[in-house]
């Protein structure tokens, strides 16, 4: 609306990569750091979260791909 002569800046084209890094990054060290200390449920939650991360950036990646 206000956006001074410049192109609209969306929110999905900053999610898109937040969502899929901050899931591999908890797939990878969290993970592997609550299975060394051996808590399981922050290790189950921890796999829960990341995937749902992955899973969000995947499907952004999709409508934004069908919407432009």
């Known amino acids: 609306m206000f956006n001074g002569g410049y192109g609209a800046v969306s929110f999905v084209s900053y999610s ?3 969502f899929l890094l901050t899931g591999f990054l908890i ?4 993970t592997k750091k609550y299975r060394m200390m ?3 449920k922050e290790l189950k939650l921890s796999r829960v979260l990341g995937w749902t991360n992955i899973v969000l950036g995947a499907m952004f990646i999709v409508m934004d791909y069908f919407m432009m």
């Open 27 to 30: 797939l990878i060290y969290d």
């Open 16 to 18: 898109i990569p937040l």
């Open 38 to 40: 051996q808590m399981k």
